[in-house]
């Protein structure tokens, strides 16, 4: 349970870090990718179902979060170690 806390707090502070950050002159560091890098941030997942932030970079980053946030329980659940005596 005390894991679940801390990963949950991990996701509130990057949120938060996420929130300030976004629409200042600091975005313009993150927005120089590749071709390919560009060609992801582009899609219609990033543009018009999942844009929460104006920059589709940290919409990415909210994105793995997630998806860390969701996979977590199983990965606890499944992988659990036997309580020692």
Same mark, same amino acid.
């Given at each position: 349970?005390? +894991?679940? *806390?801390?990963?949950?707090?991990?996701? *509130?502070? $990057?949120?938060?870090? $996420?929130?300030?950050?976004?629409?200042?002159?600091?975005?313009?560091?993150?927005? %120089?990718?590749?071709?390919?890098?560009?060609?992801? *941030?582009q899609t219609g997942i990033f543009?018009?179902?999942? +844009?929460?932030?104006?920059?589709?970079?940290?919409?990415?980053? *909210? $994105?793995?979060? $997630?998806?860390?946030?969701?996979?977590?329980?199983?990965?606890q659940i499944l992988f659990k %170690?036997?309580?020692?005596?």
């Amino acid at each position: 349970m005390k +894991n679940w *806390l801390i990963n949950i707090g991990y996701f *509130l502070v $990057l949120n938060l870090i $996420l929130l300030i950050v976004d629409g200042t002159p600091l975005v313009d560091n993150f927005t %120089k990718f590749s071709n390919f890098g560009n060609v992801v *941030l582009q899609t219609g997942i990033f543009t018009k179902w999942f +844009n929460f932030y104006d920059t589709p970079f940290f919409n990415v980053v *909210l $994105l793995f979060a $997630l998806v860390h946030i969701i996979t977590f329980p199983f990965y606890q659940i499944l992988f659990k %170690k036997p309580a020692s005596k």
